[in-house]
Nanobody, 125 residues
Framework: VQLQASGGGLVQNGGSLRLSCTAS????????MGWFRQAPGKEREFVAA???????YYANSVKDRFIISRDNAKNTVYLQMNSLKPEDTAVYYC????????????????????WGQGTQVTVSS
Protein backbone atom coordinates (compact mmCIF):
# COMPACT_ATOMS: atom_id res chain seq x y z
CA VAL A 1 0.00 0.00 0.00
CA GLN A 2 1.36 3.40 -0.95
CA LEU A 3 0.25 6.57 0.82
CA GLN A 4 0.67 9.98 -0.75
CA ALA A 5 0.33 12.98 1.57
CA SER A 6 -0.12 16.55 0.39
CA GLY A 7 -1.42 19.94 1.48
CA GLY A 8 1.33 21.20 3.72
CA GLY A 9 2.72 24.69 3.53
CA LEU A 10 3.45 27.93 5.32
CA VAL A 11 0.61 29.60 7.20
CA GLN A 12 0.33 32.38 9.74
CA ASN A 13 -0.56 31.90 13.38
CA GLY A 14 -4.32 31.31 13.59
CA GLY A 15 -4.60 30.15 10.00
CA SER A 16 -5.88 26.92 8.49
CA LEU A 17 -4.62 24.14 6.26
CA ARG A 18 -6.09 20.89 5.00
CA LEU A 19 -3.88 17.87 4.56
CA SER A 20 -4.82 14.97 2.31
CA CYS A 21 -3.51 11.44 2.11
CA THR A 22 -4.49 9.12 -0.71
CA ALA A 23 -3.98 5.36 -0.60
CA SER A 24 -3.18 3.20 -3.60
CA UNK A 25 -5.43 0.31 -2.58
CA UNK A 26 -9.20 0.05 -2.37
CA UNK A 27 -8.76 -1.93 0.85
CA UNK A 28 -8.26 1.56 2.29
CA UNK A 29 -11.86 1.43 3.44
CA UNK A 30 -11.01 -1.31 5.97
CA UNK A 31 -8.03 0.49 7.50
CA UNK A 32 -7.76 2.74 10.50
CA MET A 33 -5.99 5.83 9.22
CA GLY A 34 -3.81 8.02 11.37
CA TRP A 35 -1.95 11.29 11.26
CA PHE A 36 1.29 11.77 13.16
CA ARG A 37 3.73 14.65 13.27
CA GLN A 38 7.39 15.14 14.02
CA ALA A 39 8.97 18.44 14.94
CA PRO A 40 12.74 18.99 14.71
CA GLY A 41 14.53 17.26 17.57
CA LYS A 42 11.36 15.60 18.83
CA GLU A 43 9.83 12.17 18.56
CA ARG A 44 7.00 11.44 16.18
CA GLU A 45 3.70 11.92 17.96
CA PHE A 46 0.08 10.97 17.44
CA VAL A 47 -2.25 13.66 16.11
CA ALA A 48 -5.49 11.99 15.05
CA ALA A 49 -6.95 8.73 13.79
CA UNK A 50 -10.17 7.59 12.18
CA UNK A 51 -11.46 4.05 12.09
CA UNK A 52 -13.13 2.27 9.20
CA UNK A 53 -16.47 3.12 10.85
CA UNK A 54 -15.56 6.83 10.96
CA UNK A 55 -14.89 7.04 14.69
CA UNK A 56 -12.33 9.77 15.29
CA TYR A 57 -9.67 10.13 17.97
CA TYR A 58 -7.51 13.17 18.72
CA ALA A 59 -4.48 14.14 20.72
CA ASN A 60 -5.41 16.57 23.47
CA SER A 61 -3.15 19.20 21.91
CA VAL A 62 -5.27 19.37 18.73
CA LYS A 63 -8.73 18.51 19.99
CA ASP A 64 -11.29 21.18 19.06
CA ARG A 65 -8.92 22.60 16.41
CA PHE A 66 -8.28 19.70 14.01
CA ILE A 67 -10.81 17.48 12.26
CA ILE A 68 -10.00 14.14 10.68
CA SER A 69 -12.28 12.71 8.02
CA ARG A 70 -12.20 10.16 5.25
CA ASP A 71 -13.73 9.62 1.82
CA ASN A 72 -13.62 5.91 1.04
CA ALA A 73 -14.76 6.49 -2.54
CA LYS A 74 -11.57 8.51 -3.09
CA ASN A 75 -9.29 6.37 -0.88
CA THR A 76 -8.43 9.58 0.92
CA VAL A 77 -8.15 10.74 4.52
CA TYR A 78 -8.10 14.43 5.40
CA LEU A 79 -6.86 16.49 8.30
CA GLN A 80 -8.47 19.91 8.55
CA MET A 81 -6.27 22.05 10.77
CA ASN A 82 -7.75 25.26 12.16
CA SER A 83 -6.45 27.85 14.60
CA LEU A 84 -2.92 26.76 13.86
CA LYS A 85 -0.18 27.66 16.31
CA PRO A 86 3.60 27.86 15.90
CA GLU A 87 3.90 24.71 18.01
CA ASP A 88 1.99 22.81 15.32
CA THR A 89 5.00 23.24 13.04
CA ALA A 90 6.19 19.76 12.04
CA VAL A 91 6.35 17.22 9.27
CA TYR A 92 2.97 15.51 9.16
CA TYR A 93 2.74 11.84 8.23
CA CYS A 94 -0.27 9.75 7.37
CA UNK A 95 -0.34 6.07 8.24
CA UNK A 96 -2.54 3.05 7.68
CA UNK A 97 -3.33 0.25 10.11
CA UNK A 98 -4.56 -2.98 8.54
CA UNK A 99 -5.84 -4.14 11.90
CA UNK A 100 -4.19 -7.56 11.72
CA UNK A 101 -2.17 -7.15 14.89
CA UNK A 102 -2.15 -5.19 18.15
CA UNK A 103 0.92 -3.12 18.95
CA UNK A 104 -0.44 -0.67 21.45
CA UNK A 105 -3.47 0.66 19.61
CA UNK A 106 -4.23 3.59 17.37
CA UNK A 107 -2.23 6.12 19.40
CA UNK A 108 0.95 4.09 18.94
CA UNK A 109 3.35 4.41 16.02
CA UNK A 110 4.03 0.67 16.01
CA UNK A 111 0.37 -0.09 15.34
CA UNK A 112 0.58 1.20 11.79
CA UNK A 113 1.66 -0.87 8.81
CA UNK A 114 2.17 1.74 6.09
CA TRP A 115 3.42 5.31 6.10
CA GLY A 116 3.31 8.22 3.71
CA GLN A 117 6.31 10.38 2.90
CA GLY A 118 5.36 13.34 5.08
CA THR A 119 4.34 16.90 4.32
CA GLN A 120 5.82 19.98 5.99
CA VAL A 121 3.56 22.34 7.93
CA THR A 122 5.09 25.60 9.11
CA VAL A 123 3.16 28.07 11.23
CA SER A 124 4.72 31.50 11.54
CA SER A 125 4.25 33.60 14.67
Amino acid sequence: VQLQASGGGLVQNGGSLRLSCTASERTFRTYTMGWFRQAPGKEREFVAAITSTHIAYYANSVKDRFIISRDNAKNTVYLQMNSLKPEDTAVYYCAADEGRKYNGGKYNIDEYDYWGQGTQVTVSS
